[in-house]
């Protein structure tokens, strides 16, 4: 009944054919954000940026699952959390320089992804969403108990180290720089992803999956692919995370996380290839100028919610791209 | 937006600029920011009234005639060790905040004692219960202020086995802090003679303790010790009462829990509930005159532990900067601070240890029973004084590197 | 004694029974969030505030206006009712139609307003509310002592699911409900103002909510957050049960309050954890919940 009821008009606006105008376009959006990249650490704090670049890369990854495979995972804090887990714990007790302690990571990621996925991709709707949220639950559980992960304290004074043993990453600028490339990299292969044949198959699922099992597609195990591909660069952004702020915590794998998330993908603009990173860039600046306010925070958070869902619903790069009446 | 940043950075470097003509004619730049929890389960012990008590500690010193031009800055860390470690970061990297305090939230504490030590700040923590501040992890940059769990479990735990609760059953939150707490208390009612004869864990937050009051009951313990905070621990004394644990003989005990806490019970539900605080709004008249002061701009609410903390270590950290005449060393401002005996109005006389450590007495109180009170907020009856080196852990057993030999 | 897995069976009696009590309240949440769910197809994240406010307007009753307990128990949820109507025809009516990703964001941010409101207000720390006279005090059972209160709560929710049950399947109120829910474009055709009755089921489904708020407060913590914490599990039953299935939601209710009284006496870490296993299993072997008709 209802699971038919669609989202709204920017993924289909996003998924049309494009034209060579469109790329051009896109070009121009990639050269913008490297620009972007380069100069903002010069006026902006770059510990700031790094919260928004983590962040960013997790919502763009969500939006790979959501935007583009219809699925929406209630549970994405599972990958991202445990990546920033094992990252840490690599880094810290076992002495991993900062590369392996985040391939490490985001190895876990793509193993509890296939895990999770394998499970959750046999039911649709409202009850995938349920048995994400239920799986990472687990994980979060997981993480409560087991011994390395310090409980509530998390696992802490994480050392940055030095990159392939070699470039300490101490200093903040040589970290941006890490993690502007790690971001850059993400979005690159996210884009390709969505533009490749494999996207296209993708997104006819999402539009209709039963004509996509008619023409023939192994429709699982295209979902299966997107979902370990998203958790796996979910844990990517988890796990240099962790080598960024220096610490793995249980706030990672919290059900909360897997709602800002969505939170970030839906102001952002669902569906859209850019949208997800401003919408990581406004929610990360509401919670770090906003955190005077104290108690009026959640009120503020709220109040935006209300505001994105009876206004904005394509969010603000989904509303951009209908404006300028391109896909972005 | 982002067109906004450099304006705002030219105003500050204007103001800096300004900051710095004005140190020409004697005037030292302090900046002291309160990271609190003022959203969540803890906001009540800590967030607006931390900011409030450290006004008031401002007031009190009045900067301008020794020197100084100290500003305060707040923020919620949410009780996140992630939220709070970047806030502190972003605070000392770039908005030039020379010392951090209240802190609640012992994860949280733990991630900002870090970031201190690396940006070489003052982090002084009234709110945070880990013993771990002052044991191994302890730095030159921390000062822990209040109370810790091993306080409170040498204070209630001890006294209570002296006073003939020699048997013992946990309700434990299934956390770092419940179950350092249970290890505190059980190494302190094992040492005074006392037996712990079963434990429970709890998920935390968990809202119906019937279940495990319910084996504490069968349990026939003499004394239930409560491992939890703050909500936990509301609805464990509230479900308690209930089950008439207490009128069956058992006693009720409270390792970790703030007057906020009693006063949301009521005397009703936590009378007889003993517990062990450092401080108390109604102790003397120098404590009633400060809560005045505070409950005026808190709506009526009195003081609590960690408010009183932040009062007195502000105060105490603004008479070494006037000393040292600059804020921006911290390792030197904090051996300063050891270096000099503590005195304010709230917690009388003490001392730093070497280990950062702040020592003063403690009390063990009991909550009155309906019929005592003469108020909502009139409370606790004193049952003890516990004399400062007796309730903190002695300076050789915590494993702090800073304590040599 | 006799003992099952070396626990007395007489404590696991009782533990059983504390299950049962908790079930009480899963169950009038979980029939509110499920009626609200089969009209209106909103997965109403609100309910746990809803459920908090209902705590907090019995203690204002008894705070500000000195009516107590009994009287909060017909007031609070007829308040709560009126927001929540306020609340359906001012927001939630825009919503219908669209995908339920944006019911739930919708209702999860008036669940924030909502708490953050009440925790400017009142703090944290939460309010005292006494049990009623009446039900204070217990009964001795032979393996347990089993406080009064907790004994009405289970009856009041038996006959709170009772008669809600008995109004949807045997009165006409009921069959249009039904309908409406199958099908509301023909409802509509056939005379019945559907837009209303959408209201209406609104503002009872979080009455519910209100009514679960006013038999918790007298036991658990009445604060801002009591809503925050419950929610999720309210979610899984709601889900385990079928969603939409009204009788589902109340025997899962009860079912999974039993499921985790037992894991408290054998693996009590595990019991805020144990719902969500049973989640992905039943979804696993019936798509569409143990009470659900499969689409």
């Known amino acids: 009944m209802a699971d038919s009821a669609t989202l709204d008009a920017a993924p289909i606006a996003a998924a049309r054919p494009e034209s060579r105008d469109d790329r051009a376009l896109h070009r121009k959006v990639f050269i913008g954000i490297a620009v972007l990249l380069v100069l903002a650490p010069l006026v902006l704090y770059p510990v700031y940026l790094m919260k928004v670049l983590c962040f960013g890369l997790f919502a763009l990854a969500f939006n790979l699952l959501l935007g583009y495979g219809g699925l929406l995972s209630f549970g994405h804090a599972a990958y991202f959390g445990m990546a920033s887990y094992i990252s840490a714990y690599g880094a810290k007790t076992l002495g991993f320089t900062p590369e392996v302690a985040i391939l490490a990571g985001t190895v876990t990621a793509a193993i509890l992804g296939l895990i999770f996925g394998a499970l959750a991709i046999r039911r649709q709707g409202i009850y995938f969403s349920m048995i994400t949220l239920a799986l990472a639950q687990m994980a979060f559980f997981f993480s409560l108990q087991a011994k390395f992960t310090g409980g509530e304290d998390g696992i802490q004074a994480v050392p940055r180290g030095d990159l392939f043993g070699v470039i300490s990453l101490a200093d903040d600028r040589v970290m941006y720089a890490l993690v502007a490339v790690v971001f ?145 | 937006m982002i067109g906004r940043f450099p304006l705002a950075k030219l105003a500050g470097a204007l103001l800096v600029s300004a900051a710095m003509i004005g140190g020409a004619a004697a005037q030292t730049a302090v900046k002291i920011g309160v990271l609190g929890d003022r959203s969540g389960a803890y906001s009540d012990i800590s967030g607006e009234g931390s900011v409030v008590a450290a006004r008031l500690a401002l007031e009190d010193f009045k900067p301008a005639d020794k020197g100084l031009k100290v500003e305060l800055i707040s923020a919620d860390h949410q009780n996140k060790p992630d939220v709070g470690a970047a806030l502190a970061r972003q605070w000392f990297d770039r908005d030039g905040v020379d010392m951090i305090t209240d802190v609640v939230t012992s994860s949280v504490a733990l991630a900002v004692n870090q970031v201190a030590k690396e940006k070489n700040k003052v982090f002084v923590d009234t709110g945070a219960g880990t013993a771990d501040l002052t044991g191994p992890q302890c730095t030159p940059n921390t000062i822990h202020w209040v109370y810790d769990t091993v306080a409170l479990a040498n204070g209630t735990g001890g006294a209570m086995v002296k006073r003939g609760g020699n048997t013992w059953y946990f309700i434990t939150a299934d956390y770092a802090f419940g179950q350092a707490l249970q290890r505190d208390t059980t190494n302190v009612i094992n040492k005074s003679g006392g037996k712990v004869i079963g434990a429970v864990k709890t998920p935390f937050p968990n809202s119906d303790f019937s279940s495990s009051l319910l084996q504490a009951q069968s349990s026939g313990a003499k004394v239930i010790g409560l491992a939890n905070a703050g909500t936990d621990t509301i609805n464990a004394v509230k479900q308690a009462g209930e089950f008439g644990i207490t009128e069956g003989g058992q006693a009720l005990a409270g390792l970790l829990i703030f007057v906020s806490d009693v006063h949301s019970l009521g005397t009703k539900v936590a009378q007889g509930l003993v517990l062990t605080e450092p401080f108390y709004w109604d102790l003397n008249d120098a404590t009633r005159a400060f809560s005045d002061r505070f409950s005026k701009q808190m709506n009526g609410k009195k003081p609590t532990a960690n408010h009183a903390g932040v009062y007195s270590a502000v105060l105490h950290y603004l008479k070494a900067v006037a000393e040292k005449k600059s804020a921006t060393d911290g390792a030197a401002i904090v051996a300063q601070m050891k270096a000099m005996p503590t005195d304010d109005p709230l917690f009388g006389k003490g001392t730093v240890r070497i280990d950062g450590r702040k020592m003063h007495d403690m009390y063990l109180f009991e909550v009155k029973k309906p019929a005592e009170s003469t108020g909502p907020w009139d409370l606790y009856k004193k049952l003890e004084t516990i004399p400062a080196n007796e309730v903190f852990r002695a300076l050789n057993e915590g494993g702090c590197p800073l304590v040599k030999g | 004694m006799t003992t099952i897995f070396g626990v007395p069976t007489q404590a696991l009696f009782g533990q059983l029974l504390l299950g049962l009590i908790n079930g009480s309240f899963y169950a009038i949440l979980s029939l509110g969030l499920a009626i609200i769910f089969g009209l209106l197809n909103i997965i109403n994240f609100a309910h746990g505030a809803l459920y908090m406010m209902g705590a907090f307007v019995a203690w204002m009753l008894l705070t500000y206006v000195g009516l107590g307990y009994w009287w909060a128990l017909g007031l609070a949820p007829l308040v709560v009712g009126v927001f929540g109507v306020v609340l359906e025809r001012v927001l939630i009516a825009r919503l219908y139609k669209l995908d339920h990703l944006y019911g739930l964001l919708l209702t999860f941010g008036i669940a924030l307003i909502i708490q953050g409101l009440f925790r400017n207000q009142y703090g944290v720390s939460g309010l005292p509310y006494a049990i009623p006279a009446e039900l204070s005090g217990g009964q001795r059972l032979p393996f347990m002592f089993l406080p009064n209160y907790r004994g009405w709560v289970v009856v009041a929710s038996l006959t709170v699911c009772l008669a809600t049950w008995l109004v949807i399947e045997k009165t006409k109120l009921g069959a249009y409900l039904r309908a409406a829910t199958e099908n509301p474009t023909l409802v509509q055709a056939f005379g019945v103002n559907v837009p209303l009755f959408l209201t209406l089921t609104y503002g009872f ?90 689409a």
């Open chain 1, 184 to 328: 850059f990299g993400g979005l690159l292969l996210i884009y390709r992803i969505i533009h490749s044949p494999f996207g296209q198959v993708l997104k006819a699922i999402r539009d209709n999956e039963n004509r996509a099992v008619s023409l023939g597609y192994r429709v699982n195990q295209y979902k299966l692919a997107v979902f370990v591909l998203s958790a796996t660069l979910a844990g990517l952004a988890g796990a240099t995370k962790a080598i960024v702020f220096q610490l793995a915590s249980l706030t990672d794998v919290h059900w909360s996380m897997s709602g800002e998330v969505v939170l970030m993908t839906l102001v952002g603009g669902m569906g859209t290839v850019f949208g997800p990173i401003v919408g990581a860039l406004v929610i990360v600046t509401m919670e770090t100028y906003l955190a005077q306010f104290g108690a009026w925070v959640t009120i503020i958070q709220g109040c935006v919610f209300v505001l994105c869902v009876l206004l904005f619903r394509e969010g603000i790069v989904g509303l951009v791209a209908r404006l300028i009446r391109k896909p972005l």
């Open chain 3, 205 to 294: 489904g979080v009455a519910l909510a209100g009514f679960a708020g006013v038999l918790a407060a007298p036991i658990y913590s009445v604060n801002p957050n009591m809503g925050a914490d419950i929610i999720i599990v309210v979610f899984a039953v709601v889900v385990i049960g079928g969603m939409g299935s009204i009788i589902g939601s109340v025997i899962t209710g009860f079912a999974l309050g039993l499921v985790e009284g037992l894991t408290k006496v054998f693996y009590p870490e595990a019991s805020a954890t144990v719902i969500f296993v049973i989640m992905v299993l039943v979804l696993l072997v019936k798509p569409a919940g143990l009470f659900g008709r499969t």
